[in-house]
């Protein structure tokens, strides 16, 4: 970590009505003016509640209170002659939507609350206006409700998520009005800092390192046999569960290769994509939370950063060898997480398109669960979900380790992969997590034929149950047309 130059402090209110942009910021602001009209870095965040209803307008006063509290979510964006700034206005209201849906039947209240959840995400925010943030309410039935929340990632990651459904529960509960509490930093303060921290000398010694580390890697993932489709990427998801005896042989197998979780999940994503793609060197990303300094932790905003994992396979590389490889890997780039990475964009892959993620179009994310309120008011919360676009990316793997067992959410671009391709890939995975014990020894080649065999299997079984579909619907068609 570099030494800091000066404290991170609380800006005077009139220092801090107009500041810098932080890096993460400026880089979705690039994104947004290349794009305006597109909702890529929208993130819903979707609760299911059950008890008794909501009040709407104590739940609007709450989302306002929310808003005057962290600062961040009445900022507004702009390009000046000084560089793109933040500037905050005095206050803001956030929107909340409310819908009934008690009197529908439960096939037209799931389409309703389908294409309200399109509706809402797919909704771009104007970023020169503002609020960055919004709600819907939507009553399912007496005892039953869910509460929508959408906001910018220009405002907003995963630890801001935490903080947000405390502060909304608090605040429902309360009923205080919410204000900025003196003293207490915001995120204008910290972009406002961040230059102390990334300094001059930090970037460019952090580039060197990178460049040289990079150097000779393919800056694009090709899938064989695939040719994109034109235009904007088509986000779809894939969800499925990872079950609690899965998880403990993965843990147990980790413990015994002496390996975090994480890197042994990380590494089986890279073997995963390297028989996917056919490609033995690659990229792939990961998010690292960005927040190093324990003064951040309880700042409301965006912090996250984007880190760059280099992934070598060869074929007489064994399973448990790459395991370790991995390990080298994720401990090299971390300890080179300083570097914002549009910054590193710039340096190495200067010509952006506004379809394509740069450097590395896969990205493996996990994360322990920490939305941590049990409910709001007397409402007890049943579910969480948080939906994120694409933003430029082919494959994106989302675990969410919940408990004992892990979410995971598998998101594509619908210009490269069909549903059932996805959902064959998606079980091809967790086939390879099944037998990750019996398999370290065994060579990558040989790994790959393997793989090929349940793909095949997993293919057939795949053709077999749409061909029992395809009879079933055509025999129900006959007794129809008989019984006329």
Same mark, same amino acid.
């Given at each position: ?24 910021? /400026? ?54 002659? !000084? ?71 220009i405002a907003f990651d995963g630890r801001s998520g935490e903080i947000l459904l405390l502060d909304l529960a608090h605040y429902y509960a309360s009923e205080e009005p919410g204000a900025p509490q003196p003293g207490r ?5 910290? /972009? ?22 990079? #150097? ?33 042989? @993965?843990?147990? !197998? ?6 975090? &979780? ?55 590389? /064994? ?9 080298? #890997?994720?401990?090299? !780039? ?8 549009? &910054? @590193? ?13 740069? @450097? ?15 409910? @709001? ?53 967790? #086939? ?26 997993? &293919? ?20 129809? #047309?008989?019984?006329?």
């Amino acid at each position: 970590m570099p030494p800091l130059t000066s404290p991170l402090r609380p800006l005077s209110e009139t220092d801090a009505h107009c500041v810098r942009q932080s890096f993460a910021q /400026s880089r979705l602001w690039f994104l947004h003016q290349m794009e305006p009209h597109r909702a890529q870095h929208n993130i819903l965040v979707r609760m299911v509640l059950q008890g008794p209803r909501l009040e709407p307008q104590r739940l609007k006063k709450a989302l306002d209170a929310l808003c005057l509290r962290h600062s961040v979510l009445r900022a507004c964006y702009r390009t000046s002659e !000084a560089g793109p700034e933040q500037w905050l206005t005095e206050s803001q209201s956030i929107p909340l939507d409310c819908h009934h849906l008690a009197d529908l039947r439960t096939d037209e209240r799931n389409q309703v609350i389908e294409r309200l959840l399109h509706d809402q995400q797919n909704t771009p925010f104007d970023l020169e206006a503002g609020p960055m943030m919004r709600a819907a309410l939507v009553d399912i039935d007496a005892l039953s409700q869910e509460l929508i929340i959408v906001i910018h990632h220009i405002a907003f990651d995963g630890r801001s998520g935490e903080i947000l459904l405390l502060d909304l529960a608090h605040y429902y509960a309360s009923e205080e009005p919410g204000a900025p509490q003196p003293g207490r930093l915001q995120y204008a303060d910290f /972009s406002a800092w961040e230059p102390t921290y990334v300094t001059s000398q930090l970037i460019e010694s952090e580039v060197t390192f990178w460049r040289e580390h990079l #150097a000779g890697m393919p800056l694009q993932l090709s899938f064989e046999r695939r040719i994109r489709n034109e235009g904007s990427a088509q986000g779809e998801r894939h969800t499925f569960v990872i079950p609690e005896p899965l998880v403990e042989g @993965l843990k147990q !197998a980790s413990r015994r290769l002496r390996l975090p &979780l994480f890197v042994t999940l990380t590494g089986l994503f890279q073997a995963w994509l390297h028989y996917l793609s056919g490609q033995h060197r690659f990229l792939i990303g990961t998010d690292v939370h960005g927040r190093d300094l324990p003064a951040l932790q309880d700042i409301f905003g965006f912090f996250v950063n984007q880190l760059t994992l280099k992934c070598e396979l060869e074929d007489d590389l /064994s399973l448990g060898d790459l395991l370790a490889r991995t390990r080298q #890997a994720i401990r090299l !780039a971390h300890a080179h997480r300083q570097l914002p990475f549009d &910054l @590193l964009v710039s340096q190495l892959a200067p010509q952006r398109m506004a379809d394509r993620s740069p @450097l590395f179009q896969a990205k493996f994310n996990y994360q322990r669960d920490r939305f941590s309120i049990d409910g @709001l008011g007397a409402a007890r919360l049943i579910s969480t979900q948080v939906i994120q676009d694409l933003a430029g990316f082919d494959l994106v793997l989302d675990l969410m380790h919940r408990n004992a067992s892990i979410e995971a959410t598998l998101e594509y671009d619908r210009r490269l992969f069909s549903s059932d391709e996805i959902e064959r890939f998606a079980n091809l995975w967790q #086939a390879l997590l099944r037998q990750v014990d019996t398999l370290l020894e065994q060579p990558l080649g040989h790994l790959r034929t393997l793989m090929q065999g349940w793909d095949d299997a997993l &293919l057939q079984k795949q053709q077999d149950t749409h061909h029992d579909q395809g009879r079933a619907r055509l025999a129900n068609t006959r007794r129809r #047309a008989i019984s006329l």
